[in-house]
């Protein structure tokens, strides 16, 4: 399943595309691994976390050896993608990819109708929270989610700037850490996850952890989901290094399902 050669198809190989991505007047930087077969192909979107070490891209090679597209990229501000960096803009910038998706379907042989997210720690927050905002995305996958708003929340103090850019200092962003955490303790509404339950209620979704940070808001996702949800939580490490093989096939698992 995993450990395999790729038999391309012959006429129609599978493949790999440079892609810059417009997102509100900015480019993003990723890349497209196109699936084999002439036919329109499902899709799967990569969002990595703050700042985005971990790519996953051994998941991806086994979801397009699964007969998916996959595509990767770097939000606005993060990793050459143009743009200003801040947490609003990297949901932003899932729903213009999926604008992107739909514009060149034709040419990447994309099935927009089936259209999956999997987000990755500050990706897992980013799917859930896209997905509110992409009526025809109907699977999210979030991984280790960091819920933002929580954690802003509990380091809330004087000196809440202060250890929150000790901690992701080290990202070389355009932003600084009061312009990218500021608007989380100003806004909330937005951020706070419990806010976006109803919305969700009619996605599939999978939460899959290495701790019980999120098991209150899974709870609460959990309670008002009438489509599909699951959430475990796995003896690992943040990058579930030692289960890499167990989650691509819970993830294939799930886009099969």
Same mark, same amino acid.
Request: net charge neutral; hydrophobic share 45%.
């Given at each position: 399943m995993v450990i395999r050669d790729l038999q391309w198809d012959v006429k129609n190989p599978a493949g790999f595309a440079e892609l810059n991505i417009p997102s509100d007047n900015s480019l993003l930087q990723g890349f497209i691994l196109t699936a084999n077969g002439a036919q329109m192909h499902p899709t799967l979107l990569m969002l990595h976390g703050y700042p985005g070490n971990e790519r996953n891209l051994d998941l991806a090679q086994a979801v397009r050896a699964h007969g998916w597209n996959v595509i990767y990229f770097d939000y606005r501000g993060s990793w050459g993608s143009q743009g200003k960096f801040s947490f609003k803009n990297c949901v932003e910038d899932v729903v213009n990819v999926v604008a992107f998706c739909k514009k060149n379907a034709a040419k990447f042989k994309i099935d927009t109708a089936s259209i999956a997210l999997?987000?990755?720690?500050?990706? +897992?927050?980013?799917?859930?929270?896209?997905?509110?905002?992409? $009526?025809?995305?109907?699977?999210?996958?979030?991984?280790?989610?960091?819920?933002?708003?929580?954690?802003?929340?509990?380091?809330? +103090? $004087?000196?809440?700037?202060?250890?929150?850019?000790?901690?992701?200092?080290?990202?070389?962003?355009?932003?600084? $850490?009061?312009?990218?955490?500021? $608007?989380?303790?100003?806004?909330?509404?937005?951020?706070?996850?419990?806010?976006?339950?109803?919305?969700?209620?009619?996605?599939q979704i999978i939460m899959l952890d290495e701790h019980t940070h999120n098991m209150t808001l899974a709870d609460d996702i959990k309670t008002h989901n009438t489509a599909f949800f699951d959430y475990e939580v796995w003896a690992t490490d943040h990058p579930f290094t030692n289960r890499r093989v167990s989650l691509i096939k819970k993830v294939l698992w799930f886009l099969d399902r």
């Amino acid at each position: 399943m995993v450990i395999r050669d790729l038999q391309w198809d012959v006429k129609n190989p599978a493949g790999f595309a440079e892609l810059n991505i417009p997102s509100d007047n900015s480019l993003l930087q990723g890349f497209i691994l196109t699936a084999n077969g002439a036919q329109m192909h499902p899709t799967l979107l990569m969002l990595h976390g703050y700042p985005g070490n971990e790519r996953n891209l051994d998941l991806a090679q086994a979801v397009r050896a699964h007969g998916w597209n996959v595509i990767y990229f770097d939000y606005r501000g993060s990793w050459g993608s143009q743009g200003k960096f801040s947490f609003k803009n990297c949901v932003e910038d899932v729903v213009n990819v999926v604008a992107f998706c739909k514009k060149n379907a034709a040419k990447f042989k994309i099935d927009t109708a089936s259209i999956a997210l999997f987000g990755h720690s500050m990706g +897992g927050f980013v799917c859930l929270k896209a997905l509110a905002y992409l $009526p025809g995305v109907k699977k999210g996958f979030a991984l280790s989610s960091w819920d933002i708003y929580a954690d802003v929340k509990r380091l809330a +103090g $004087p000196n809440q700037l202060k250890d929150l850019e000790k901690r992701g200092g080290y990202f070389v962003l355009n932003a600084t $850490p009061a312009e990218i955490f500021t $608007p989380v303790i100003e806004d909330g509404n937005y951020f706070n996850l419990h806010n976006s339950v109803n919305v969700l209620a009619k996605k599939q979704i999978i939460m899959l952890d290495e701790h019980t940070h999120n098991m209150t808001l899974a709870d609460d996702i959990k309670t008002h989901n009438t489509a599909f949800f699951d959430y475990e939580v796995w003896a690992t490490d943040h990058p579930f290094t030692n289960r890499r093989v167990s989650l691509i096939k819970k993830v294939l698992w799930f886009l099969d399902r």
